[in-house]
């Protein structure tokens, strides 16, 4: 994000130049292609519906090859459609999408006066993933990111009840999984999508 990038807006959406071509910058879009990536259907069928999710005139961008939509899908929402940054993906997750969304849409509402949906389409879906990240501790997103992320007090020999209760509440909001933790996050990108989009709406 730059301070001097100009908020550009098309049929009451954020837009950003994606090769010469206006794509939907927006939460909104990145979540309904996390939702269409987890659905059951024909490779094709959900083509089709990923180029109109994403890009303004998708019928003039499609022209420009498949790998227009995965580069812009890239770019704007950080999701790998085509496998090509999944040495970018994975890591230790802190957040899980799918038990994590009441959490989320109630901090948004507690820190930035909004209820998740004007957030999810009124925000760049980066700057939303930051925000999202940035939460002070006092709410209960910031909760759950503190105790997944900070190292337990050293014990000292007086500090016992202290130490327990930060292991509980580490466990309490510990993210269940195991395996291949890119899969993990994407299969967890998708759950979240589901449950935002129920929340969010059709656009």
Not at 183 to 203: I, L, Q, Y
Request: aromatic share 8%; proline share 3%.
């Amino acid at each position: 994000m730059r301070l001097t990038e100009p908020i550009r807006r098309r049929n009451g959406r954020l837009v950003a130049d994606v090769e010469g071509h206006e794509a939907y910058s927006d939460a909104v879009a990145a979540l309904r292609l996390l939702e269409i990536t987890g659905e059951e259907a024909a490779p094709a069928d959900k083509t089709w519906v990923a180029w109109r999710v994403v890009f303004v005139d998708a019928e003039s961008a499609s022209k420009d090859g498949p790998g227009l939509l995965a580069r812009a899908a890239w770019e704007l929402y950080g999701i790998d459609l085509d496998g090509s940054h999944a040495s970018e993906c994975g890591g230790k997750r802190v957040i899980d999408w799918e038990a994590d969304a009441q959490r989320i849409a109630a901090s948004v509402r507690q820190v930035y006066g909004v209820t998740w949906e004007q957030f999810a389409r009124e925000t760049a879906f980066r700057d939303a993933c930051a925000m999202i990240g940035m939460l002070p501790r006092d709410t209960p997103m910031g909760t759950a990111i503190h105790y997944r992320t900070a190292k337990a007090p050293r014990f000292n020999g007086k500090n016992g009840e202290q130490v327990a209760a930060f292991k509980r509440a580490q466990r309490a909001f510990a993210i269940d999984g195991g395996g291949d933790p890119a899969k993990a996050s994407n299969d967890a990108m998708a759950d979240f999508a589901a449950s935002m989009m129920r929340a969010v709406g059709s656009v």
